[in-house]
């Protein structure tokens, strides 16, 4: 099968099936090619029901999670959305298609350069990787209306709620190092109030307000 046919078989399948309704989101899952987002050796791989490895001990989410979370986030054409835990690139790649610009943030200097690379195979240019702790968020180019975390914390950092702008969103998995759930917070009038969604495992969001890096 060509990946084209894989792609819209994993849309109809893994996201469709089990409840992504969201046209937009089906729509950028069913143009991205995710195949560029993995290495060699895993592109036949790539439109498995699962995360992959994608070096430095860190993962590509399984598609499913990466369709559920931008459905939750609701990106409008005009959003700049910041996304914490760039990987391979894929998820700031499908949120490209959505947002007016994403800034993403990934502290391991390797994946940084190569998921700059992914993107810029792709020709993508609404995105801006940059290297650091993401749990301190991007001050300088906040407020935000949309921020997604892809990787896993014991808390929403209060920096990175900080940075959202009235009426917005921020979607991560929160919990311990096993296991986390899907968390929206939504920012309006002066409150911030938190939902509830699927279960799910990540690798550690690490940094100032995330798990510490010793002994992970
Ligand atoms: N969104 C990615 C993709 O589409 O491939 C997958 C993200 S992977 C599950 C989590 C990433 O978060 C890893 O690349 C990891 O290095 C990164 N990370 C962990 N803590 C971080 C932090 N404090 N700031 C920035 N990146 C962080």
Redesign the pocket.
């Given at each position: 099968m060509s990946f084209s046919e894989l792609r819209k078989n994993m849309v109809q399948n893994q996201l469709i099936k089990r409840g992504i309704k969201d046209e937009r989101v089906l729509s950028a899952m069913g143009s991205i090619p995710r195949e560029i987002?993995v290495s060699d050796h895993l592109r036949n791989s790539a439109y498995d029901d699962s995360?992959l490895l994608?070096g430095?001990e860190?993962?590509?989410?399984q598609p499913y999670i990466?369709a559920k979370m931008t459905e939750l986030l609701e990106v409008k054409n005009d959003h700049i959305v910041l996304?914490?835990?760039?990987?391979?690139?894929?998820?700031?790649a499908v949120l490209s298609q959505l947002a007016l610009r994403v800034f993403t943030?990934?502290?391991?200097t390797d994946?940084r350069k190569s998921s700059e690379a992914n993107l810029k195979s792709m020709n993508i240019t609404n995105v801006f990787v940059i290297n650091?702790?993401?749990?301190i968020g991007l001050s300088q180019y906040a407020p935000f209306d949309r921020i997604m975390v892809?990787?896993a914390g014991p808390k929403i950092p209060k920096n990175l709620i900080d940075q959202m702008k009235d009426n917005s969103i921020i979607v991560m998995p929160v919990g311990d190092m096993k296991e986390q759930k899907l968390i929206r917070g939504v920012k309006a009038g002066g409150k911030f109030e938190i939902e509830e969604h699927d279960l799910c495992r990540?690798?550690?969001?690490?940094?100032k307000y995330?798990f510490s890096d010793v002994g992970v």
């Open positions: 987002f995360p994608i430095n860190q993962t590509i989410s990466v996304e914490i835990g760039t990987g391979s690139g894929y998820q700031a943030i990934e502290r391991i994946l650091g702790d993401g749990t892809t990787a990540f690798v550690p969001l690490l940094g995330g």
